[in-house]
T-cell receptor, first 112, second 111 residues
Framework: DGGITQSPKYLFRKEGQNVTLSCEQN?????MYWYRQDPGQGLRLIYY???????QKGDIAEGYSVSREKKESFPLTVTSAQKNPTAFYLC???????????FGAGTRLSVL | EDQVTQSPEALRLQEGESSSLNCSYT??????LFWYRQDPGKGPEFLFT???AGEEKEKERLKATLTKKESFLHITAPKPEDSATYLC????????????FGKGTMLLVSP
């Protein structure tokens, strides 16, 4: 099946720990995105990538890092510098031309 | 700065009671306006894209319309399975532009 796979579904982070959220797509899309969603809030853009080996900061990039070594993969690391990481994280991919973004099922991150 | 405001924040309807959700936007030239549906604990599901004022798109009981300042998502004779949060997003017409999302309208349809 074509789609976007995020893992894990649930993740717990200890103080001072870095954690990595996985996002894989088999839609052959060039662009990939990471969003954060908090209760009652809209989606806020963390990072995005238009092509392999290139990515740009979104509106709330502080405390996060990404890599784009393969077209299919765009992992997000939540570093210990992110002091309020508890949120629902969504990965999306899309064609560059029309920019319709298709989303994964999300990862819910909580702090222990 | 691009802005998207959705109203109401929450809407409760009886099954079969038609209504509309509003998405007002401010953008420096609109490339596209997007509607998504999001069920609790899941990722948003793409519904429609509208590109120019006057455009309309339909899917089952949903119809999206677009003016120069706002978009409406009309829900005709809703069913309980239409209960979800509906998100609106805009893309500006400037180079490579990302999406700006509203906070969404939470719709609950009671049987």
């Amino acid at each position: 099946d074509g789609g976007i796979t995020q893992s894990p579904k649930y993740l717990f982070r200890k103080e001072g720990q870095n954690v990595t959220l996985s996002c894989e797509q088999n839609l052959n899309h060039d662009a990939m995105y990471w969003y954060r969603q908090d209760p009652g809030q809209g989606l806020r853009l963390i990072y995005y990538s238009q092509i392999v080996n290139d990515f740009q900061k979104g509106d709330i990039a502080e405390g996060y890092s990404v890599s784009r070594e393969k077209k299919e993969s765009f992992p997000l690391t939540v570093t210990s510098a992110q002091k309020n990481p508890t949120a629902f994280y969504l990965c999306a991919s899309g064609g560059v031309a029309k920019n319709i973004q298709y989303f994964g099922a999300g990862t819910r991150l909580s702090v222990l | 700065e691009d802005q998207v405001t959705q109203s109401p924040e929450a809407l409760r309807l009886q099954e079969g009671e038609s209504s509309s959700l509003n998405c007002s936007y401010t953008v420096s030239g609109l490339r596209g306006l997007f509607w998504y549906r999001q069920d609790p604990g899941k990722g948003p599901e793409f519904l429609f894209t509208l590109y120019s004022a006057g455009e309309e798109k339909e899917k089952e009981r949903l119809k999206a319309t677009l003016t120069k300042k706002e978009s409406f998502l009309h829900i005709t004779a809703p069913k309980p399975e239409d209960s979800a949060t509906y998100l609106c997003a805009v893309q500006a017409n400037s180079g490579y532009s990302t999406l700006t999302f509203g906070k969404g309208t939470m719709l609950l349809v009671s049987p």
